[in-house]
């Protein structure tokens, strides 16, 4: 587990950005470097000294995923098309960070238009290697699509990053990469000024070294709202899981790390531990899945682009998409009309879920799960291109669910020591966000001291 070891001074930012120009040519985590970095930790270091601090997180170094708007900052969502887009205003989420103390170290690397869960995109690359790497085995993925979010942060690049995630696009890689990874009930976190994929499904996401410092960007971005309470774990927290689903494709170190976990859970006199079943959710889930991203996709992308005049239509975007697998997907949604299954989608079967998964959570206060049913596979362009649908399929098995509901979901690191990284995957009822991080942070806290040998 990588434990946040936050020092706000102008050393950190100095640190960071030597570790940057050594390891990034090794990765490809970021785009684009903040030339102000510095100055901006100097400032943060003399409002410290000055006991002047503008929040928790003055200081904080972060790093913004490249469909996320940063003022003065180019913001490509990792495609050719956006190269010389630089948006003259922050999203407002970023602009709530910034006001508040924070650091954006720069912009981080991303798969091309956000469409995929591996981050193999060859544009934009800062060194010999193609597509953003694995922080633990360079010849892995990243996982996607917010994989130079995930290893900025697991390679000490930045204290935390902002991601987006609309289909498990934050926790995916999160998982890969041995970090924390948030996705907030939809609607949490503003959502202006970022690149979109559907309206519905999208939210930026946090991810981070600990659920600490996931919990102190959430208390920024939420204060003064209702969103902004604790949860107070005094009760015993009731854990639902689904062996039949949630485990099926799984690894054997997958297997492995997740019964440990549960064997810990079933130990813990906090937590009670019950089997249920989702298998209707799972099938309500794939009814409406690909019928709200198949609408929304270029009719949102087409707003977005008349909205902040970036001069371009979705088809000579879409002309100008690198990758074959995404440029496929835009194009058959370009190729007929899905107004009438998005409606149908929206108006019965979505619905239909929401419910049932709220009745879910009438029995228990959590979902447990892997993240993803294995760990990152081999940066071979050849066999991810060829094999994306399967693939993409496999990594988002059990993150999709809480993305379509709009429920809120984070992926914390499990131990594999012969291995790669491996994600426990945490959901909640919608809108019980503050449930998720407390409990969140007590597994953590438990896998820690299993970790040390503490029991």
């Not at 000024?193 to 939210?203: A, K, L, N, Y």
Request: with cysteine; net charge negative; charged share 20%.
């Amino acid at each position: 587990f990588i434990q946040s070891n936050l020092r706000l001074s102008m050393a950190r930012v100095s640190e960071f950005l030597k570790t940057i120009e050594k390891e990034n040519p090794k990765v490809n985590a970021l785009t684009y470097i903040n030339k102000h970095a510095v100055e901006e930790g100097i400032a943060s270091e003399e409002r410290e000294k000055n006991k002047s601090k503008l929040s928790e997180i003055d200081g904080m170094v972060i790093s913004v995923k490249d469909n996320i708007h940063v003022a003065g900052m180019p913001n490509t969502a990792g495609t050719l098309a956006l190269k010389h887009f630089i948006p003259p205003d922050h999203a407002p989420l970023v602009a709530t960070l910034l006001s508040a103390g924070g650091i954006c170290i720069g912009k981080a690397h991303m798969e091309e238009m956000a469409r995929g869960i591996t981050s193999f995109n060859p544009l934009y690359c800062q060194g010999s290697v193609e597509g953003i790497r694995n922080a633990r085995d360079h010849s892995k993925i990243a996982g996607g699509s917010s994989g130079g979010s995930a290893v900025s942060v697991a390679m000490e690049m930045c204290d935390v990053s902002l991601g987006s995630d609309t289909a498990g696009s934050v926790r995916i890689p999160a998982a890969l990469n041995g970090v924390v990874g948030y996705r907030p009930s939809t609607g949490r976190y503003p959502g202006d000024g970022v690149v979109p994929i559907s309206h519905t499904r999208d939210t930026i996401g946090i991810l981070a070294k600990c659920v600490a410092d996931v919990q102190r960007l959430d208390g920024v971005i939420t204060a003064g709202t209702e969103m902004n309470s604790q949860y107070d774990m005094t009760g015993k927290v009731v854990v639902g899981y689904d062996a039949k689903n949630c485990l099926a494709n799984c690894s054997g170190e997958v297997i492995a790390a997740w019964e440990m976990v549960l064997g810990k859970l079933n130990e813990d006199a906090r937590f009670s531990v019950i089997e249920v079943d989702i298998s209707s959710l799972k099938e309500l889930c794939g009814i409406c899945c690909g019928s709200i991203l198949r609408h929304e996709c270029c009719e949102d992308l087409k707003i977005y682009l008349k909205k902040y005049q970036v001069g371009l239509s979705v088809g000579e975007l879409v002309d100008r998409i690198t990758t074959p697998s995404v440029k496929e997907v835009y194009r058959r949604a370009m190729a007929q009309d899905h107004k009438p299954a998005h409606e149908e989608a929206l108006t019965h079967t979505r619905p239909k879920l929401i419910a049932e998964y709220q009745n879910l959570f009438a029995e228990i206060d959590v979902l447990l799960s892997p993240t993803t049913p294995i760990t990152a596979v081999e940066a071979n362009p050849d066999v991810l291109w060829s094999n994306a649908a399967k693939i993409r399929d496999c990594y988002i098995q059990n993150v999709n669910l809480t993305s379509i509901v709009g429920a809120p979901s984070i992926s914390i690191p499990l131990e594999n020591p012969d291995g790669l990284p491996v994600g426990l995957l945490i959901d909640g009822n919608i809108g019980c966000d503050a449930n998720v991080l407390s409990v969140a942070k007590a597994i953590e806290e438990l896998l820690v001291k299993h970790l040390n040998g503490n029991f």
